[in-house]
């Protein structure tokens, strides 16, 4: 970030205290966005980017820092976005949780297909456009993602038949193997995709279709919870459904809301937006009753299905808007000890209300995008909570995005 006469003006892959020429591509009333050209003065700071993709595809910003600062920059971003909390009271800010891994740690990734010459294949959009960057293999993905992304190259670039706009991978180390859910345009019959499926190694199942989704086998895959309690939970999540990224900061991730929790065995617990049960479950081992709500009505399915699997009997899951889910859990109880949230990035500003209607001693909010995190907690501040800490936790190294956890409490404890 740089000023030009008093306007700021963001300029991508430049580092701190580097001189630059940069050129203006986008000029809004109070910023603007400047495309790097030439660096005059190199930052002390400044690493040789790993990936030989790097500035052309849009996937990565950060691999010109080594993983040390990209954490301290994480950390500052996230710190100076939520310090306009501090007006309502002091919270405490934690140190960012590093990832087990700073690359090959993801294990879903989202794919644009594209055409050159003739021949197509499979990529990320190019910084900012709508290009295709073909990638043969990106240095973030987990190996056995690497190598399905391989697979479905190779059956592209030789002339496979299949009217591709895109393709969703996961993977499950713990399974060993992943599926793929492509978007077609117009028909694909189900034995190109059994051609395709069987000369692709690790790869389990196949959906697609734009309405109504075609199967090529199983597209569900299983996953372990981190250890709580002794115990290793056993889910199965949907290749279609959330699944977090970076499976191994995931496990620090359901830790640290567990720990953060508290529970004794006598808590009524919420959990919104819950998925297939990533925090449902581990909270359930120490909850006396758990409801989970989402909106994905496979996902809670699959989630019903985690909690018979692992003879869970104090769990109720909720298809549905979180609002809606909300109201039908009032009609059992009229309070609740905790509720936890995970919303998607654009926050959950819509439900703090009826969140609030249940009075919880405490509200654990999962986000990926603190902007939306600020907005949310302010609001919660004006509804009777306070933000106690903040958990930054980095989800998805070499890239600026980050998770964050905050611990809000009712003020003075009072039940309405």
Same mark, same amino acid.
């Given at each position: 970030?740089?000023?030009?006469?008093?306007?700021?003006?963001?300029?991508?892959?430049?580092?701190?205290?580097?001189?630059?020429?940069?050129?203006?591509?986008?000029?809004?009333?109070?910023?603007?966005?400047?495309?790097?050209?030439?660096?005059?003065?190199?930052?002390?700071?400044?690493?040789?980017?790993?990936?030989?993709?790097? &500035?052309?595809?849009?996937?990565?910003?950060?691999?010109?820092?080594?993983?040390?600062?990209?954490?301290?920059?994480?950390?500052?971003?996230?710190?100076?976005? =939520?310090?306009?909390?501090?007006?309502? &009271?002091? *919270?405490?800010?934690?140190?960012?949780?590093?990832?087990?891994?700073?690359? !090959?740690?993801? #294990?879903?990734? @989202?794919?644009?297909?594209?055409?050159?010459? /003739?021949?197509?294949?499979? /990529?990320?959009?190019?910084?900012?456009?709508?290009?295709?960057?073909?990638?043969?293999?990106?240095?973030?993905?987990?190996?056995?993602?690497?190598?399905?992304?391989? /697979?479905?190259?190779?059956?592209?670039?030789? $002339?496979?038949?299949?009217?591709?706009?895109?393709?969703?991978? @996961?993977?499950?180390?713990?399974?060993?193997?992943?599926?793929?859910?492509?978007?077609?345009?117009?028909?694909?019959?189900?034995?190109?995709?059994?051609?395709?499926?069987?000369?692709?190694?690790?790869?389990?199942?196949?959906?697609? &279709?734009?309405?109504?989704?075609?199967?090529?086998?199983?597209?569900?895959? *299983?996953?372990?919870?981190?250890? #709580?309690?002794?115990?290793?939970?056993?889910?199965?999540?949907? /290749?279609?459904?959330?699944? @977090?990224?970076?499976?191994?900061? %995931?496990?620090?991730?359901?830790?640290?809301?567990?720990?953060?929790? $508290?529970?004794?065995? %006598?808590?009524?617990?919420?959990?919104?937006?819950?998925?297939? $049960?990533?925090?449902?479950?581990?909270?359930?081992?120490?909850?006396?009753?758990?409801?989970?709500?989402?909106?994905?009505?496979?996902?809670?399915?699959?989630?019903?299905?985690?909690?018979?699997?692992?003879?869970?009997?104090?769990?109720?899951? +909720?298809?549905?808007?979180?609002?809606?889910?909300?109201?039908?859990?009032?009609?059992?109880?009229?309070?609740?000890?905790?509720?936890?949230?995970?919303?998607?990035?654009?926050?959950?500003?819509?439900?703090?209300?009826?969140?609030?209607? =249940?009075?919880?001693?405490?509200? +654990?909010?999962?986000?990926?995008?603190?902007?939306?995190?600020?907005?949310?907690?302010?609001?919660? !501040?004006?509804?009777?909570?306070?933000?106690?800490?903040? @958990?930054?936790?980095d989800m998805f190294p070499q890239t600026y995005h980050i998770e964050v956890i905050a611990e809000c409490g009712l003020r003075n404890d009072k039940?309405?």
């Amino acid at each position: 970030m740089g000023r030009v006469e008093g306007k700021v003006v963001f300029v991508p892959f430049a580092a701190p205290g580097e001189r630059v020429q940069a050129e203006v591509v986008n000029e809004k009333r109070d910023y603007a966005e400047a495309a790097l050209k030439k660096i005059e003065m190199k930052s002390p700071r400044r690493v040789e980017p790993f990936c030989p993709l790097y &500035g052309e595809c849009g996937g990565c910003q950060y691999q010109h820092f080594a993983y040390e600062d990209q954490l301290r920059l994480k950390e500052e971003a996230a710190r100076e976005t =939520l310090s306009r909390l501090t007006r309502r &009271g002091k *919270f405490e800010f934690l140190p960012i949780i590093p990832s087990p891994q700073d690359r !090959g740690y993801r #294990i879903r990734a @989202q794919f644009k297909a594209g055409e050159k010459g /003739g021949r197509r294949f499979l /990529g990320f959009h190019a910084w900012r456009t709508h290009r295709v960057v073909e990638v043969a293999h990106c240095p973030l993905l987990h190996p056995l993602a690497n190598r399905i992304l391989a /697979g479905l190259n190779n059956y592209l670039g030789g $002339g496979g038949d299949i009217p591709l706009k895109g393709a969703d991978l @996961q993977v499950s180390p713990e399974e060993g193997r992943g599926v793929v859910i492509l978007q077609t345009e117009g028909s694909w019959d189900s034995a190109k995709a059994e051609k395709m499926g069987r000369g692709i190694e690790g790869l389990k199942g196949i959906a697609w &279709g734009e309405k109504k989704k075609i199967f090529w086998r199983d597209i569900s895959l *299983f996953y372990e919870s981190p250890e #709580i309690g002794g115990r290793r939970l056993r889910l199965r999540i949907s /290749g279609d459904s959330f699944v @977090q990224v970076n499976s191994g900061q %995931n496990e620090n991730l359901v830790r640290k809301v567990v720990d953060w929790a $508290g529970l004794t065995g %006598n808590e009524k617990v919420l959990d919104l937006f819950c998925g297939s $049960g990533n925090l449902t479950l581990p909270l359930a081992l120490a909850a006396k009753r758990i409801w989970g709500v989402d909106y994905d009505r496979q996902a809670i399915d699959l989630a019903r299905e985690n909690a018979r699997g692992n003879e869970f009997l104090n769990c109720t899951f +909720l298809a549905g808007p979180a609002e809606e889910g909300i109201k039908r859990v009032k009609e059992e109880t009229l309070t609740m000890d905790l509720v936890v949230l995970d919303p998607p990035r654009v926050g959950a500003h819509g439900v703090l209300e009826s969140l609030a209607s =249940l009075r919880p001693r405490k509200i +654990l909010y999962v986000s990926c995008e603190p902007p939306t995190l600020a907005r949310d907690l302010a609001r919660l !501040g004006s509804l009777g909570y306070n933000v106690e800490r903040i @958990q930054p936790l980095d989800m998805f190294p070499q890239t600026y995005h980050i998770e964050v956890i905050a611990e809000c409490g009712l003020r003075n404890d009072k039940r309405i």
